[in-house]
């Protein structure tokens, strides 16, 4: 079946310093989004991408359809404590409703 | 507005044994879904309801059976628990199939 690969898996970094995480995969997709997950909730939608080359922004948060329609990424600037979480890429076909999720990368944030 | 409503939060299961989750949005959508959540894994989808009325085959269907009740109310039965089906349960539910997907806060199931 389709998969995502993401990337990095886990990621330490420090306070107000910039993060970047992709996901790629081996189908085309009509549309890529971005959710985080927070300890013992579900997962909340963070960006929605629809078009090959799409560059949309969400506050410090930035994602990025590629123009393959093959890959994505997300890039969060000035990270604080609150950023800590799981971020899951997710992908959409033509046929809508079987949203293929990332295994996400988790993120941890040193104040 | 509650948005997505699970029950139970938590549950203990025996080999065998057989329950059902429950999921309740009040968003008025169409369609809603069940996941399953494993460690270092996504969301993998089980079933899915894109209309009140239908049903429809996820990634991982095996094991389970569900009921579209309602517009509302969207529920995932297991017959007879496995330890593989140890893990955490999400419910979602969206308008249509190309709009954003509000998720529970999830059932986390442990079968022994």
């Known amino acids: 079946g389709q998969q995502l690969n993401q990337s990095p898996q886990s990621m330490f970094i420090q306070e107000g310093e910039d993060v970047s995480m992709n996901c790629t995969s081996s189908s085309i997709f009509n549309t890529w989004l971005w959710y985080k997950q927070d300890p013992g909730e579900g997962p909340v939608l963070l960006i929605a991408?629809?078009?090959?080359?799409e560059l949309t922004s969400n506050g410090r948060l930035t994602a990025q359809f590629g123009i393959t329609r093959k890959d994505s990424f997300l890039n969060i600037s000035a990270s604080i404590p609150s950023d800590v979480g799981i971020y899951f890429c997710?992908?959409?076909?033509?046929?809508?409703?079987?949203?293929?999720f990332g295994a996400g990368t988790r993120l941890f944030v040193k104040a | 507005n509650a948005g997505v409503t699970q029950t139970p939060k938590f549950q203990v299961l025996k080999t065998g044994q057989s329950m059902t989750l429950q999921c309740a949005q009040d968003m008025n959508h169409n369609s809603m879904y069940w996941y399953r959540q494993d460690p270092g894994m996504g969301l993998r989808l089980i079933y899915y309801s894109a209309s009140e009325g239908t049903t429809d085959k996820g990634e991982v269907p095996n094991g389970y059976n569900v009921s579209r009740l309602n517009k509302r109310e969207f529920s995932l039965r297991l017959e007879s628990a496995a330890p593989s089906q140890t893990s955490v349960y999400f419910c979602a539910s969206s308008e249509g199939s190309q709009t954003e997907a509000f998720f529970g806060q999830g059932t986390r199931l442990t079968v022994v």
């Open positions: 991408l629809y078009k090959a080359g």
């Open positions: 997710a992908g959409r076909g033509t046929g809508g409703f079987k949203t293929i």
